[in-house]
């Protein structure tokens, strides 16, 4: 990938603004991002992690339509490069709709993007997902 990679901190102070000196740094990194003066890539797994710190009853608290609200315009950055970006709407659709596990959510956005629909789970989580066809192994 082009450009410099972002891992979950530099999210996480932007967001939170919980240090003022990283927090100002990460604000103005997305401002540049943002105006194209620089490119940056990050991937799926720092996402995940972003959203399992971020609603972690124990570290933050975040709400799943926050989360959502907080994360979609910045993935939205068309000089913030992300494989499979234009699945991240439906994936917090589904994660805020139907309330199941992140990465189950992403899993059901994916397979919807691949022009399938069904699963090959023991994970109840995605019986919830409608238009997602969940079979267990014989």
Do not use: C
């Not at 933050?60 to 979609?72: E, H, S």
């Not at 910045?74 to 499979?84: A, N, R, V």
């Not at 691949?114 to 969940?134: P, T, Y």
């Amino acid at each position: 990938m082009e450009g410099i990679f972002l891992d979950t901190n530099v999210f996480l102070r932007h967001f939170l603004n919980d240090d003022p000196d990283k927090s100002r740094a990460a604000r103005e990194l997305f401002r540049s991002i943002e105006r194209g003066s620089v490119t940056a890539w990050t991937t799926s797994l720092v996402i995940a992690e972003i959203v399992l710190v971020l609603s972690n009853a124990k570290i933050y608290g975040v709400d799943r339509a926050t989360i959502r609200d907080l994360l979609l315009p910045i993935l939205s950055l068309p000089h913030l490069k992300l494989d499979h970006k234009r699945v991240y709407p439906r994936v917090f659709e589904h994660y805020v709709t139907y309330s199941v596990d992140y990465v189950d959510a992403y899993h059901a956005a994916l397979v919807e993007h691949h022009g399938q629909d069904e699963v090959m789970s023991f994970d109840r989580d995605f019986d919830l997902i409608a238009g997602i066809h969940r079979r267990e192994p014989i």
